[in-house]
């Protein structure tokens, strides 16, 4: 039988190497984003490129009262779903800026916790699917200079590990993954090191792999991990003194 890949968020270029990866291993996909009519084309290559069937449909992460009439008038009940809904923002307009603040906030952490409940109790009551919520490594310690959006992404990295733990009884899986750089439009005006940013196809496939073999968590590139370890673990006292 054929699976369903819901992707929450498809403008995203990861986003559409994940629904790239999972189509390619015969998923039909339905692709959910604020801006649908974008979305067509992309549709459009999938279903040419691999055989499968797509769907556009319209997905507001911030109309959180509509969440739960949109997952009911999905066209298909899906088994995989992503919340790989973002934001960046700008830090320092947002310490200034409430609307800045709370798009950030909206965004990269409510808006996932809204959908994703309601595909949670759905698979709950099914007993089987997986859910995977793109978070980031910004999350794992606060620093000054992305600390809204980080800590946006640590709410929503505490919640899928939540979720993770209230589902497992109901053979639902929940993935966190945790990218560091990844070459993307959101991070386009951003000097990344290159040796440390990954391609959102090799993400995807990443992602893929998490899937197939029911990994609870994924870092990547692979390092980040221990980069993060390092990061988590220097003293406060020091930690302040810092520019990161």
């Not at 069937?53 to 066209?75: C, G, K, N, R, W």
Request: net charge positive; glycine share 6%.
């Amino acid at each position: 039988m054929v699976k369903t890949l819901l992707v929450l968020g498809a403008s995203s270029d990861i986003a559409q190497a994940v629904a790239h990866q999972f189509a390619r291993n015969d998923f039909n996909v339905i692709l959910a984003g604020h801006n649908s009519e974008n979305l067509i084309s992309v549709g459009s290559d999938i279903r040419i490129r691999y055989g499968v069937e797509t769907q556009i449909v319209d997905f507001d992460a911030e109309a959180f009262a509509s969440h739960t009439d949109f997952y009911s008038a999905l066209p298909a009940a899906p088994d995989v779903a992503v919340y790989a809904v973002g934001y960046l923002g700008e830090q320092t307009k947002a310490e200034t800026h409430w609307n800045e603040a709370i798009r950030i906030i909206n965004t990269n952490y409510v808006g996932g916790l809204s959908i994703l409940s309601v595909v949670a109790n759905d698979f709950e009551s099914r007993r089987s699917g997986t859910i995977i919520g793109i978070s980031s490594v910004a999350g794992d310690r606060g620093r000054q200079s992305l600390y809204i959006y980080g800590s946006a992404k640590s709410g929503l990295s505490t919640f899928l590990a939540g979720l993770r733990h209230r589902l497992a009884k109901s053979n639902v899986t929940v993935i966190t993954v945790k990218p560091g750089f990844v070459e993307t439009k959101m991070t386009a005006n951003i000097d990344l090191p290159k040796l440390l940013t990954a391609k959102p196809d090799r993400l995807a496939k990443a992602i893929y792999k998490a899937y197939c073999s029911k990994k609870h968590t994924v870092y990547y590139l692979p390092i980040f991990r221990w980069i993060v370890l390092i990061i988590r673990n220097i003293p406060e006292f020091i930690f302040v003194k810092t520019n990161l």
